[in-house]
């Protein structure tokens, strides 16, 4: 079970870190990631990382201003987000993967979404 929390309302150029607490188990072999929708948009793949290795893949969209992180012993995914744009206004998803990818059906287990509003 994924658990997402962290979002909220903010003004442009402000940060927010989002929470994912994973429970029944995430393994080395695991890929963890964070997608998002917006209202009227497809979900779309915003950063990953290998729960084992730690190596991590970014959107170009957001590269330069997410980083991606978990802690193992909390069993918790990060997304800290910095320099925040009206256009990452969406509906922030954690996902968990047996294998990398970008796309959605590559993720079978999903946590509830977590809101995030970015005001101009």
């Known amino acids: 079970q994924l658990q997402a929390s962290g979002g909220g309302f903010v003004q442009a150029g402000d940060s927010l870190r989002l929470a994912c607490e994973a429970s029944?188990?995430?393994?080395?072999?695991?890929?963890m990631a964070w997608f998002r929708q917006a209202p009227g948009k497809e979900r779309e793949f915003v950063a990953a990382i290998r729960w084992g290795s730690g190596a991590t893949y970014y959107a170009d969209a957001v590269k330069a201003r997410f980083t991606i992180s978990r802690d193992r012993a909390k069993s918790t995914l990060y997304l800290q987000m910095n320099s925040l744009e009206p256009e990452d206004t969406a509906d922030y998803y954690c996902?968990?993967?047996?294998?990398?990818?970008?796309?959605?059906?590559?993720?079978?287990?999903w946590g509830q979404g977590t809101e995030v509003t970015v005001s101009s």
């Open positions: 996902a968990r993967a047996v294998r990398y990818g970008t796309t959605p059906n590559n993720f079978h287990y």
């Open positions: 029944g188990g995430t393994y080395s072999s695991h890929v």
